[in-house]
């Protein structure tokens, strides 16, 4: 741990010096430089880890944030956000002599969502994407035992409810509790993943006022950090109906290696949705799914491989959603169930969760992770989404 706070602090004493040669750029935003404690219990449905994770996990956190101040419409619809980089490394368990699970390190972007200001107070939701690497992971000689974590690189998620109080010009408090989690989405098996539930606690450190050059021609005038929010007039919105239509791709492995030939399997997802944005930042959505999963050539009980047909391997189903706009990204989530499918292996109800970032007018990137018998991975999406407006 100690050599992960020395790498912490040299980011953060270079972080320092960069704003400060910087501070006379009217274009950087406000930034801040944030330090976070993780702890809280390992939630896992581990057959063999139960001793290991007991005495649950911590983490260490840096980011480096940049605060938006409403020059853009969708920075005052979103009650002036925050955004940007940092790592974090975790240790998932308590005994130093780990050689199960390791000390995943992980890169991300984060978006904190101001949901309430009251006095020096304001309460926040964080959401954090990224990606995790491990050492220790699942092998069928070396570590049978580890039934969580089956591939080096995963998904990194997380998010949490903080509530901030502003201790001075420069210093915020910050604590919270939310979840970590930590998956490859099925395309290396076995794939239970980490659930991480806890607390944070840490402090923000804000810089000087971006552009100002009052530091050099008036050094006794004392800096503002903390940005003037701009509010303009927001024009009426006006809402609209859409057609939408999204294609994407996956890989997934049934059964883990070593125990198979460590085949993977082709995936797909089709949607067609109706969508209605009713709020300058929200959109609900009600639409068809038609699914293909390779690997049900397996999964059907009672038929051999060989004779499972293509259309067995698909499913067909519908689903509810919410599309959430930032900018040019857009999160969504849909809860969705089942009127066709050949397998029960998947349960009857599903989820879709992810996002878009919209590259025209019509045309928008789409990843998400597809799961099964409700919040468990079944595969990650890889695709397009195409959109137009019909009213």
Not at 4 to 30: N, R, V
Not at 123 to 137: E, F, K, R, V
Not at 178 to 188: E, P
Request: charge should be neutral.
């Amino acid at each position: 741990m100690k050599k992960h706070i020395l790498t912490i602090t040299f980011l953060f004493s270079w972080f320092c010096g960069y704003s400060q040669e910087t501070a006379t750029d009217p274009q950087i935003h406000y930034s801040y430089f944030q330090m976070l404690y993780h702890t809280g219990v390992f939630w896992s449905r581990s057959e063999y880890l139960v001793e290991q994770i007991k005495d649950g996990y911590k983490g260490l956190e840096a980011r480096i944030g940049f605060q938006t101040t409403g020059k853009e419409l969708w920075e005052q619809f979103n009650n002036y956000p925050s955004y940007g980089f940092g790592i974090h490394y975790g240790d998932l368990v308590a005994d130093p002599q780990d050689t199960i699970l390791g000390n995943p390190f992980s890169a991300f972007m984060f978006y904190s969502a101001p949901r309430a200001r009251f006095g020096r107070f304001s309460l926040n939701t964080d959401l954090s994407i990224g990606l995790s690497y491990t050492t220790l992971i699942y092998d069928p000689v070396s570590n049978p035992f580890n039934d969580v974590v089956a591939s080096n690189i995963n998904l990194y998620f997380d998010f949490n409810v903080n509530l901030i109080c502003m201790l001075s010009d420069r210093l915020d408090l910050k604590a919270g509790y939310g979840i970590t989690h930590y998956s490859n989405g099925r395309i290396h098996m076995p794939q239970k993943g980490v659930n991480n539930w806890g607390w944070n606690m840490g402090l923000n450190y804000h810089f000087v006022q971006p552009g100002q050059k009052s530091l050099i021609e008036s050094p006794e005038q004392k800096p503002s950090v903390r940005p003037e929010y701009i509010h303009t007039e927001v024009p009426e919105h006006i809402s609209f109906e859409e057609i939408q239509f999204m294609y994407a791709v996956g890989v997934v492995e049934h059964i883990p290696r070593g125990e198979s030939d460590g085949a993977h399997y082709f995936t797909s997802s089709f949607t067609a949705d109706y969508a209605l944005a009713f709020r300058p930042r929200m959109a609900v959505t009600f639409g068809m799914d038609m699914l293909y999963d390779g690997s049900l050539a397996k999964a059907i009980k009672g038929i051999p491989p060989e004779e499972v047909t293509t259309f067995q391997k698909m499913y067909l189903g519908s689903h509810l959603g919410c599309h959430f706009f930032i900018n040019r990204l857009t999160i969504l989530c849909n809860f969705g169930t089942y009127f066709l499918q050949h397998s029960n292996d998947r349960g009857f109800w599903f989820m879709r969760a992810g996002g878009r970032i919209r590259l025209n007018d019509h045309l928008h990137a789409h990843i998400c992770i597809k799961t099964k018998a409700g919040i468990r991975a079944d595969w990650i999406e890889w695709g397009m989404a195409y959109s137009f407006k019909i009213r």
